[in-house]
């Protein structure tokens, strides 16, 4: 079992910045790769960003690139995701989650989730 607990979201204007974290306990934390997700009630989930157990494989969404930066600590057991230039269209909330496979863009490839942060982003 792998149990993941996401901080750092809050209310931030347009623009600014944002730093997620999320800790993980557990299982062998460096052999899973590490994805951020997030989601707007009533649509889909959306990948966001993962980044390999090595930190040598990084994706992101479409919607993020340029913008997110996605890293992690294996020594902490933490991985991080470095929001700049918010936009409104960023507001959801955020998943922190874990994947056996060396990198993974969708939700069905994850074995355990956190309970998620918001993040608001004001215009």
């Known amino acids: 079992q792998v149990q993941l607990v996401e901080s750092g979201g809050g209310l931030v204007q347009a623009g600014g910045s944002l730093r997620l974290s999320c800790a993980a306990s557990g299982r062998t934390f460096s052999s899973y790769a590490m994805g951020w997700f997030r989601q707007v009630p009533g649509k889909e989930r959306e990948f966001v960003a993962v980044?390999?157990?090595?930190?040598?494989?990084?994706r992101y969404g479409d919607s993020v690139k340029g913008r997110f930066t996605i890293s992690r600590d294996n020594a902490r057991n933490t991985v991080s995701l470095q929001m700049n230039s918010l936009k409104r269209e960023d507001t959801a909330v955020y998943y922190c989650a874990a994947s056996g496979l060396t990198i993974a863009t969708s939700g069905p490839e994850y074995d355990y989730w956190g309970q998620g942060t918001q993040v608001t982003v004001s215009s």
């Open positions: 980044i390999s157990w090595s930190g040598a494989l990084r």
